[in-house]
């Protein structure tokens, strides 16, 4: 069992503006230790984790890719940039945390080149105008059907993977996952479901998408 990251640095005053990892963050962690084989042979060059909050996702991932690969983070709150930095640091990865919305400034420079993108999205239904309503609340509120936010980035994800790249994103069944199967699908990549778990009455999701060769 690959360790988790050391977030040792980080304190509860970080966790007041910054998501904590949570059992989402841990079911996208066992998703990609349990796909770790496929991941390694994919040999990345640029690995992207879109939301990365404390950075543990991308550290995580960083555990398993190695010092080969470029980790570029984005994010929409700002301390957060700040905490993915530092827990990369902390755990000798290196990681360029850009305070962006989604894949803003990533395109078009990126185009057809990053192997794993990873998102854990703000998922939880809300109102729209809940969305971004403070730091925290940028990591929870999804909007309606708690999609919000997670449907904008979708279309940009197949112009960002490399041939045989994949996108791991975490749902809930609220979120209604057949729904985005159809729509990743209808952009050709290829899906496969990687884990589900019960977390109290919530039903996880990690949910992976493949670009063809
Ligand atoms: C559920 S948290 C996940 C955090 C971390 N990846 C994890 O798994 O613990 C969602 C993250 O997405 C970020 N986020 C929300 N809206 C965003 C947007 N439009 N662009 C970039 N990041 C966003 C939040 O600030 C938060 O850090």
Known sequence: ML???????????DYRNVYEPSEDTFLLLDSLEEDQEYIKQLKPKICLEIGSGSGCVITFLGQIVGKNS???????????????????????????AINTDLVNGILPRLENSIDII???????ITESSDINSSLIAA???G?????????????????????G??????????????????????YNLKYQLIKKRKAGI????VLKFTKPL
């Open 3 to 13: 360790p988790t990251p050391d977030l040792s640095h980080l304190t509860s005053q």
């Open 70 to 96: 470029v980790y570029i983070t984005t994010d929409i709150n700002p301390e957060a940039a700040k905490i993915t930095q530092k827990t990369g640091k902390q755990n000798n990865i290196k990681i360029d």
């Open 118 to 124: 990873c998102f854990n999205p703000p998922y939880v």
């Open 139 to 141: 990591s929870w509120a």
């Open 143 to 163: 909007g309606i059907k708690g999609r919000e936010v997670t449907d904008r980035v979708l279309p940009y994800i197949p112009k960002l993977l490399a041939p």
């Open 165 to 186: 790249g994949s996108f791991y994103l975490l749902l809930i069944q609220d979120n209604k996952p057949q729904e985005i199967v159809e729509i990743m699908e209808s």
């Open 202 to 205: 919530e039903q996880q999701f």
